[in-house]
């Protein structure tokens, strides 16, 4: 294993070092609240955030990106990948970064994603206690980090360990700071930090996450969606602070002269009312209960079975955002206490 140590007060010196070359995208205070932004001096990074109101997703799927501009019938396709160093992502949002990079690399993959992707270097952070009462990445299998990480951090109080995952990770870190191998002591550190660790995250849902996707199926007509939605205020926010939510919309924006514009792809909610109207104004999900439904089955069994992996990473950005207090972790378990005897086990779960 590739491991390195990072004392806390080079952080800076690493920060700086990568500026020369990187677009450094990190967490940072932020409206009272943490987000992820692009950090244009040191001392604006802040590895100790609880979590973020907006997941690290916006960087490589911006909230309103320009597809082409075009200018008398001529198109000019945008396509600028940024070189970016994506820094300090949690566990959870690894995860939902993976399943992003299953969602918009498959048949047919998304150019501009796929792009920006290619040019951007993660470095993942360690999450050593839950990030908020609503966090239950535990369940959810999210709480250790996936392959594929290009670095990855934990905090062992006075420095980091620097796990080195990639090629790329591995150059990163050689190209902008000279770091010293982990001692002997240094890895009994990690394995008593790590092992701290574990008792700190509570189980949060009554069932196996393995059973999820057989519950959501046979939940499909419980009244459960008829009550959350007698509270829920279609606002779309839940949606909106989602790490794994890919739905956009694209629009034409036009200059005053008709002769030239641009189309852009801007963040959609499938919870927004106007979500689902087509040709001749018809809603085919006119109904809050229906889009209720809908999302906590793209959540808890369409993405599993499209991606291989679960939609909800179980970071708890929804049940914070949600005005009407409508948690994953209440829903879930209210479904499974609804089925009753007729709850699935794991071998009923669709592959």
Known sequence: MNVRILG???????????????????????????????????????LDYPTTILPPKKALLPTRQVLFNYCEGRPEICRDAVPTVLLGVHTCDLHALTLLDRAYG????????????????????ECLRPCTDQAFCKSMGTIAPPEGVDLHLTDLGEAYVVEVGTEQGRALLEDSISLPTAAEDDLRRLDRVMGEKW????????????????????????????????????CGACTLVCPTCTCFDVRD?????????????????????????????HNFRADRAGRLRHRFLRKGRYQKKAFGLPGCVGCGRC?????????????????????????PTATEVVA
């Open 8 to 46: 806390k007060q080079r952080i800076f010196e690493w920060v700086e070092g990568l500026q020369g070359s990187w677009r450094v995208v990190g967490p940072q205070a932020s409206n009272g609240g943490w987000g992820f932004g692009e950090i244009r001096s040191a001392d604006e990074i802040a």
């Open 106 to 125: 498959g048949d047919p993959p998304d150019p501009l994603y796929r792009a920006q992707r290619a040019e951007t270097v993660v470095v993942g952070l």
């Open 199 to 234: 008792a700190r995250f509570p189980n949060r849902l009554d069932f196996d996450v393995s059973q999820l996707p057989a519950l959501m199926l046979s939940s499909r007509s419980s009244e459960v969606w008829t009550e959350l939605a007698a509270r829920c205020l279609g």
């Open 253 to 281: 924006e036009m200059d005053l002269s008709l002769e030239s514009g641009s189309r852009v792809r801007v963040w959609d909610s499938c919870q927004i009312a106007s979500f689902a109207v087509v040709a001749g104004g």
């Open 319 to 343: 049940a914070t955002a949600c005005l009407a207090r409508i948690t994953p972790i209440e829903t879930y378990n209210a479904l499974y206490r609804r089925m009753g005897e007729a709850r």
